[in-house]
């Protein structure tokens, strides 16, 4: 209640007891009703002024005894028993009171310690209240959130969680629960999200049994979320690890019942995870594997680890082994509360011992019976070890060698011989690759042999090795080879000259695909150098793709090895060479066949001819596409809509669209600008449609596109996007514009002619619309990009027109051709638009050809403003106000009258202002100066009329000049 309105009544009610304590006649007849109001005052009291209780009520129950004393003249019985009665009313009603107060500040204190911020919303009025600890929680005061509305809890809810939040709560109410309770984020003041536990309840409900009243508090759980989310991860993380190790991992409690197993426990064991948890290992395995099982924990127990091993069967029947670790977990008193295993799988160690046993038996077996023979002496030279091919070779024999000296069983080494075994007893490696040995048999063969030194466990030398091989007979075959050899290379080299000197690149390979030439074209094509090359799959350096598909495609040599045929490669191949450089190829495979008849190899030749498909691509791509903005063509367009009118039937669209005002683009700010824009809108139509529609380019500034699987949520879409991205482009501080226009096929029989006529009756009814009004803005905004950017042209423009305005005035013209002036003196230099900046600002003299740049500014502002209704009358003022009235002014030369009046009249307001201004080339002139030379060209250069009415009326107006 408003506190005005508390006093009021607090005082009328005072005012009224008072009066009414002085009738004595009132109070009489009605003493009831008075004793009424003294209660009621004693109530309001203490409901709005506590602390004033007494203070207002005891004068006037002292003003009542002495009064009843003097009416009475007699000791106020009556009125004593009264006053107690009321002021004990009073003081029981403000005990009541205070403990009343007491609760709910007590109540207010828990509320502010536990930071719950309070909120109660009135369904039935839709409005919400709620505590300042609330808005607290949020970083704000309840003053800076505003007026109290569910608004203020949905704008500041998360989008994510605000479905789910009222789901919880329309949830409660549908289903008639008093209570409910969720959790949802809030953004704070300074941007962060808080969490909120929100816990509601319906505290009043009407006849209706509908709810009406709901209270409810939202508590900060940001924290307890963070905790939470990071308790999640460090879980996640546990597990995503012990998932991750290739070993299981199990738990068993102090009864030896299993508690949990992990990673690939059933891999192991072969059985699903529950038939081990909660049971006992001896319920599980039976005699030694439970007592071996249970003894590692004992053994856990007391040393620290216990370990077992033990093997099953893979399901197809091989051996697997397993090593299992066994620890104890300890709790806060150091007392241990359960054990954790590790099951290995050490199947791989027992077979690579396995392994080294089997490779230790083999190389014995390869070592004994390899052909090259093997012996190895002690450091005395003495046998320690004999291959069978050693005794074999040299012709030993005795029977057994070990532990005979070498020299014994060859007594004729020569003195070089032995100097070579020491030297291989000191720690060097001696080769011989060819010597002479005569057998005791008077066999001569050539033998080649090796020594090195062999070392025990420390490193130090304990003997040698010697290897040794006859090559008599290798010998002679290499003396047979290398005379074909000799034949081959004068042949191989006439080959490689011719290859080398062929401009087509060459790669040959042997049978099994292995590169054995490649031709310096080849290297170059394919990156690959032919040291590197040679010996290699043909596969590796021969990287080809389809350029369709993007795949690699298939072997040409493979192919010819396969079919033993001619092949060639289709014509969308490319080779990808090692630098990852691409190339167009045209390419042919053939197979080698020797004398016999037997397939050796394949030799493929191949060319570069990307520049020749790039070429064809460009002239293939420029047949269809618009080289300005990247989009289809109008020939595209055609081919194209025949192509989905047959296809689509009626669920095709098509839309025409027309750039509004390019051509002010063009006469304002050049071709560039106006091409700028093209593409801008070009962009703009692409990314607005699917890539199952066709955008082209038909026109100078018209635009289709071709909307396939045409819907009319599709087609406003598509109209929506367009236009959205259109009005929020701006070039050159104008704003761009477009007119669109869409026609559906209605039936699949109706000619996309007459779709066509649809589509444009609907754009041009929308240029007609906007196209005016675009253009009129654009005129206004092209002199304020003018004026924005030189500061001077600015006051230029507006001194011509109020000294246009003053001419005017002078020549006594209406009001209304005075404001057509004004106009045209604003708009009369708007061409300098077009002028490049660097001759505006110049700061000297300009030349012949700049000059000759400076007066096309009438031209194209003629042209800009011709494109406006609005301002298309002011057209010829701009165009003509540089003409001079003895004709030799421009563009057009005119002469006396033939130049429009307001040009005539801008004249002598443009060049007063021009010589009576600082420009970038001068300073400005003095008025004398100025006025004396509009004298001087009066009835030249100015209509003298003008001149005369401008030097003798508006010359001396100093509040306009």
């Known amino acids: 209640m408003d506190r005005k309105f508390k006093i009021w009544i607090t005082s009328t009610i005072y005012a009224s007891l008072v009066f009414l304590t002085f009738d004595f006649t009132f109070r009489e007849n009605l003493h009831f009703v008075i004793v009424q109001f003294y209660y009621l005052l004693i109530v309001l009291l203490v409901t709005w002024y506590r602390k004033y209780l007494f203070l207002i009520l005891l004068p006037l129950q002292i003003l009542h005894l002495i009064l009843d004393s003097i009416s009475l003249s007699a000791f106020p019985r009556d009125a004593l028993l009264e006053t107690v009665a009321e002021l004990f009313v009073a003081v029981v009603l403000l005990i009541v009171t205070k403990e009343k107060n007491d609760a709910v ?8 310690v536990t930071h719950t911020g309070t909120w109660e919303w009135n369904l039935k009025e839709g409005t919400t209240t709620y505590n300042e600890e609330w808005a607290n929680i949020l970083g704000y005061t309840l003053d800076e959130l505003g007026p109290q509305k569910l608004d203020v809890w949905k704008q500041l809810t998360h989008p994510d969680d605000y479905e789910r939040s009222f789901e919880a709560i329309n949830r409660a109410l549908d289903e008639k629960h008093d209570d409910y309770e969720s959790q949802f984020r809030m953004k704070h003041k300074d941007g962060h999200w808080v969490w909120i536990l929100d816990k509601g309840k319906v505290v009043k409900w009407d006849k209706n049994n509908q709810p009406e009243i709901m209270v409810g508090t939202h508590t900060d759980i940001t924290n307890i979320k963070e905790m939470e989310d990071n308790i999640n991860y460090q879980n996640q993380r546990f597990e995503n690890i012990v998932l991750a190790s290739p070993d299981s991992i199990f738990g068993i409690d102090l009864d030896y019942r299993y508690t949990f197993v992990y990673s690939n426990w059933d891999s192991i064991t072969k059985l699903e995870d529950d038939h081990f948890v909660g049971h006992r290992i001896d319920e599980i395995y039976q005699d030694e594997d439970a007592r071996k099982r249970i003894q590692a924990c004992e053994q856990a127990k007391t040393n ?8 099953d069967l893979d399901p197809e029947g091989n051996p697997r082994y397993y090593h299992t670790i066994i620890s104890p977990i300890f709790d806060a008193h150091d007392e241990i509360m359960s054990y954790v295993g590790v099951a290995r799988n050490i199947t791989q160690l027992i077979s690579t ?8 038996d083999l190389l014995r077996y390869v070592v004994e019976y390899n052909p090259t023979s093997v012996a190895v002496f002690d450091k005395d030279m003495n046998y320690v070890y004999v291959s069978a091919s050693y ?5 030993i024999d005795v029977p057994s060698v070990i532990g005979m000296n070498h020299f014994e069983i060859f007594s004729s080494t020569s003195k070089e011989r032995k100097a070579f075994y020491d030297r291989s007893l000191k ?13 005791k048999d008077g066999k001569i063969d050539y033998i080649k042999w090796s020594t090195r030194p062999w070392f025990d466990g420390n490193g130090k030398i304990v ?3 010697f290897y040794s091989e006859i090559i008599t007979e290798k010998i002679r075959l290499e003396d047979e080879i290398r005379k074909q050899m000799d034949s081959l290379f004068i042949e191989k080299n006439r080959v490689e000259s011719t290859l080398s000197s062929i401009g087509d690149a060459v790669i040959s390979t042997n049978e099994k695909g292995m590169i054995v030439s490649i031709n310096p074209i080849a290297q170059q094509l394919t990156g690959w150098k032919k040291e590197e090359a040679i010996g290699r799959s043909f596969l590796d350096v021969f990287n080809i793709i389809n350029e369709e598909t993007g795949t690699r495609s298939y072997c040409p040599v493979n192919e010819v090895l396969l079919k033993k045929q001619n092949i060639e490669l289709p014509e969308s191949t490319i080779l990808i060479s090692k630098q990852g450089q691409r190339y167009y190829i045209e390419d042919s495979a053939s197979p080698i066949i020797n004398q016999e008849g037997k397939l050796v190899g394949a030799v493929l030749v191949f060319r570069d001819v990307t520049k020749v498909q790039e070429e064809q691509k460009q002239i293939r791509y420029l047949g269809t596409h618009d080289f300005l903005t990247d989009l289809y063509n109008r020939r595209f367009f055609v081919d194209q809509l025949k192509k989905c ?5 009626n669920k095709l669209a098509i839309a025409m669209i027309d750039l509004n005002g390019l051509k002010l683009f063009n006469d304002a700010f050049g071709h560039e600008t106006g091409d700028k824009v093209l593409r801008i809108v070009a962009d703009i139509l692409k990314e607005s449609c699917t890539m199952e529609d066709y955008v082209s380019r038909i026109g100078g500034d018209e635009f289709t596109i071709i909307i396939t699987k045409a819907t009319e949520q599709k087609i406003t879409m598509i109209q929506d996007t367009i236009q959205k991205a259109i009005n929020e482009v701006k070039i050159e501080n104008i704003q761009v514009s477009i007119a669109i226009g869409i026609a559906k096929k209605m039936a699949s029989d109706e000619d996309i002619d007459d779709v066509i006529k649809r589509a444009e009756n609907e754009m041009y009814k929308n240029k007609i619309v906007e196209g005016m009004s675009i253009r009129n803005h654009a005129i206004t905004a092209i002199l304020e990009t003018l004026t924005d950017k030189f500061e001077e042209e600015r006051i230029h423009s507006q001194r011509v027109a109020a000294l246009s305005v003053a001419i005017g005035k002078a020549m006594k013209l209406k009001d209304h051709d005075l404001k057509e002036l004004e106009m045209a003196g604003m708009y009369h230099d708007i061409g300098k638009i077009a002028i490049p900046d660097a001759i505006l600002r110049k700061p000297g003299k300009l030349t012949k050809d700049e000059f000759d740049v400076i007066k096309t500014h009438t031209e194209v502002g003629y042209q800009i403003l011709r494109a406006a209704d609005e301002y298309s009358r002011l057209a010829d003022y701009a165009l003509s106000h540089h003409e001079r009235w ?4 421009y563009p057009r030369g005119l002469k006396g009258l033939e130049t429009p009046l307001f040009s005539r009249i801008i004249a002598v307001a443009d060049s007063y202002e021009a010589m009576t201004a600082d420009r970038p080339y001068r300073k400005k002139m003095k008025h004398e100066d100025a006025v004396a030379e509009i004298a001087r060209c009066s009835g030249t250069q100015f209509d003298p009329k003008i001149a005369e009415l401008f030097l003798s009326k508006v010359s001396k107006q100093s509040e306009i000049l």
Do not use: A, P, R
Request: hydrophobic fraction near 25%; glycine fraction near 12%; aromatic fraction near 10%.
């Open 105 to 112: 500040h007590k109540l207010q204190n828990f509320v502010n």
């Open 304 to 311: 620290g680890e216990g370990s077992y091993e033990w093997s």
């Open 353 to 360: 011992e396995l392994e080294l046993k089997s490779t230790h």
């Open 391 to 395: 005794k074999k070779n040299f012709q």
């Open 427 to 439: 720690g060097e490696v001696m080769t011989c690759e060819s010597e002479l040995y005569h057998q």
């Open 463 to 465: 003997g040698i090795i």
């Open 645 to 649: 009118d047959q296809e689509q039937s």
């Open 886 to 889: 003895d004709g030799l002014g």
